[in-house]
Structure formats: structure tokens, C-alpha cells
């Protein structure tokens, strides 16, 4: 089987299984236990916040691991909402949101929040100029935008978010699950207050995450309990798992280090031009020049990717629909629809998302794959 769905879900690095596997058999213990035991394995779950504090540019302190992508997404969200309050305050984010911010947001405007959602051009870049409309710097508020989507790969014009955002008093939530580890994301170069990572989209585990807390800036935990994580979020440490993501943060920052992943945009682009050498009518989706180097999103005309996806199985090849959330529903997805795609054009979309571990025998299969299935179709 030829894996190009790393959006989805990438594979453990078999570094990260090594590093984590003494956690499940030596070294056990309870990280709060005031034994040596115990202690030793705090300072695992402490290098594990250095590793994943070093890939983005924070402090330590400023690392709060968590379950997942979705519950960091919800403690900063539920947090900043009980700040800002909900009478007379306002929520700006965009359109082309996970449904981990999405449905948050719409759980506080159903008690009365005020909150607005910010559209794309067509190439999937948030609208800056309705950003700078919607925003009310007569009551307090926060923006909450991701950094790169998990459909298309296109990267948001983080720092004039934050600037408009901090002009008019703000604060910042960004959903980063689908930049960390694949992009430099710099909390020392661009100054939002809350970022969400999850583990499993670089090589770590399912079911680890962490959110970045500036220093300063408040934050109400959402899951109270013994205190863990500076009480910011409670619950004994999934020790093995942190101590994974850490050292899958720690193969990330090295390979952003080495060549910004210069391998995988090089065999991205490859596989683009592979398609469009081979295959006629098809539209490559998103921004050209601002997207993640693992991503191509394509659109075949006359071909859905429901059509497709089966085809694709059968002959080996694993990836998705436009939309991994959409699929199975016959909605198109919300995010080509902002990018004011025909239904058409969405429904007959795939994306296609690479790893560090994929070849370039394997880019090589899958464009033929692609190309006889889109041929089978029409
Ligand atoms: N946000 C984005 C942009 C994502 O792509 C995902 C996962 O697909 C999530 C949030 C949810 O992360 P997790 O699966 O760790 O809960």
C-alpha cells in the first residue's frame, strides 16, 4: 500500500516508538512521586517540553501537554470565551476552520456569544481586509485562525493577524495542528498568545498534543484536578507518549533545520507535474506559493472523488477526499466552498499528503494509479 494521506494521520517514527517504549516497561512510575523513580521520569516528561518548546521558539514554561489537537483547540477556546465573557465581547475566525474550532464557537454563540467568520480569496488565504472590517476594538474579543489548513495546505498570513488583531487589543488563538513539524512556526517571530499542536500529525502517537501558553496571558483551565502541568492541565502524564511527541518534535525541528523538508516539497512538486504531464483537465487547488511542501489538491474534471477513492484503494493507493472530515458526506466541503469552488470542482477533488517517509518509487505508482483511475472514470 502506497500512503499519501499524511493529513490524516502519519505513521510513529520507529525513533519515537524506541524512545517511548522504556516508559511502558521500566520506567513506569508516577511522575508526581517524590522517589527517585518518580523523578526521573518527571525529567523525561521535562526534556519532552524542552523538545516540543524548541520546535516552535516558546519557553518551557509555556508548553501544557494535552490529549490531543482537538483538546488544546478547546482549552484555549473555552478559555479565551470565559475571559472576554459573553456580554458585549466578539469572536472573529475564519470559515476554513477544523470543526475542532468550529464547534467550540458555535457552542458559545448558542449561549450568546457574538461570533463572525472570516472568508478566503480563491486561493484559500484568509481575506485580511474583513479581518480588519469585522474586528471591534470597542469590546473585547480574540481571533482564532489556523495556520496552514488540513485540506489544502495553504498557509495564513499569520502575522498580520496578529497585528490586527493586537492593534485593536485582542488576543490570539491559532490552530497550528497542520503547520508544526511541517513549516517553521515561530512563537518568537510571531507573537499569538494560544497555539495548538497534535503529536500525530508529525510522527508522534494519536492522543498526545500540547497547547502553547504565552507567558502573561491568562488562561482559565478547562480540566481541573491534582495540579499537573502547573495546573493548567490536570490528569497523571501520559509519560510514554509525551516522552514520543517529544522526540518527534526533536526529528522535526532537525529535518525544518537541515532543509525545510526540501525533500518532500521536491518530490511534491514532482508528483504535480507527473499529474499534469498525464492527465488533462485536472486544477490544482490552493495558493501556489503559500502552502505546506506535503500537500497537492487536485480537482479532475468529470471525475468525483467518490467515484475515484474506490479505484485508488483497489489498486493501492491510500489518500483522500478534498476533505478527510467530509468524507462519507455529500456536502462539499467547506472549505473549497469558501474558496468559491463549483460543487463540482470539490466533489471531484482529492488530497493527496506526504511525509518524510515517502519515496519517490512511491510518487512515481501513485501518479500512475491516479492517472488510470481518472481514465476509468471518464
Ligand atoms: N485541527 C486541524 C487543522 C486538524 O487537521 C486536526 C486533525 O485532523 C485537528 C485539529 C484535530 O487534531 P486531533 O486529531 O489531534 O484531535
Given at each position: 500500500m502506497i500512503y499519501l494521506d499524511s493529513n490524516a494521520t502519519t505513521q510513529v517514527h520507529p525513533e519515537v516508538i524506541e524512545a517511548m517504549l522504556p516508559y511502558f516497561t521500566?520506567?513506569?512510575?508516577?511522575?508526581?512521586?517524590?522517589y527517585e523513580a518518580g523523578k526521573a521520569i518527571k525529567s523525561a516528561v521535562e526534556t519532552a517540553r524542552e523538545q516540543v518548546a524548541e520546535l516552535i521558539g516558546a519557553?518551557?514554561?509555556?508548553i501544557v501537554f494535552t490529549g490531543c489537537g482537538t483538546e488544546s483547540n478547546n482549552m484555549a477556546l473555552k478559555s479565551l470565551a470565559r475571559l472576554v465573557g459573553r456580554k458585549n465581547s466578539k469572536i472573529l475566525t475564519s470559515v476554513i476552520e477544523h470543526s475542532a474550532v468550529l464547534r467550540p464557537i458555535e457552542a458559545m454563540t448558542a449561549v450568546g456569544f457574538e461570533a463572525e467568520r472570516i472568508g478566503t480569496d480563491e486561493d484559500g488565504r484568509l481575506c485580511i481586509d474583513e479581518l480588519s472590517e469585522k474586528i471591534d476594538s470597542s469590546k473585547p474579543g480574540f481571533a482564532s485562525v489556523m495556520w496552514?489548513?488540513?485540506?489544502?495546505g495553504v498557509i495564513q498570513p499569520m502575522a498580520q493577524v496578529c497585528e490586527i488583531s493586537k492593534n485593536a487589543g485582542w488576543t490570539v488563538h491559532t490552530d497550528a495542528i497542520q503547520a508544526v513539524g511541517k513549516i517553521p512556526v515561530r512563537v518568537d517571530k510571531i507573537p499569538v498568545d494560544f497555539l495548538s499542536i497534535s503529536g500525530h500529525k508529525f510522527h508522534a502517537p494519536k492522543g498526545v498534543g500540547a497547547l502553547f501558553i504565552r507567558e502573561g496571558v491568562n488562561f482559565e483551565p478547562m480540566i481541573r484536578g491534582g495540579g499537573q502541568e502547573s495546573g493548567r492541565r490536570s490528569g497523571t502524564e501520559n509519560v510514554p507518549y509525551i516522552v514520543g511527541f517529544g522526540k518527534a518534535a526533536s526529528i522535526m525541528k532537525s529535518a525544518l533545520d537541515r532543509d525545510n523538508h526540501a525533500g518532500i516539497t521536491g518530490l511534491r512538486d514532482d508528483f504535480e507535474k507527473q499529474l499534469s504531464d498525464s492527465i488533462d483537465n485536472i486544477y490544482f487547488n490552493g495558493s501556489r506559493e503559500h502552502r505546506t511542501g506535503n500537500v497537492a489538491h487536485v480537482s479532475f474534471e468529470g471525475c468525483t472523488a467518490d467515484a475515484l477513492l474506490p479505484l485508488l484503494d483497489s489498486a493501492g493507493l491510500q489518500c483522500s477526499a478534498g476533505s478527510a472530515c467530509m468524507t462519507g458526506k455529500s456536502q462539499p466541503s467547506h472549505v473549497q466552498k469558501a474558496m468559491g469552488f463549483s460543487d463540482e470542482r470539490a466533489f471531484s477533488s482529492l488530497r493527496i499528503s506526504l511525509s518524510m517517509f515517502t519515496t519517490k518509487a512511491e510518487i512515481d505508482q501513485a501518479a500512475g494509479i491516479i492517472r488510470d483511475a481518472v481514465r476509468t472514470v471518464r
Open positions: 521500566e520506567h513506569w512510575h508516577n511522575p508526581s512521586s517524590g519557553k518551557t514554561s509555556e496552514a489548513n488540513n485540506e489544502s
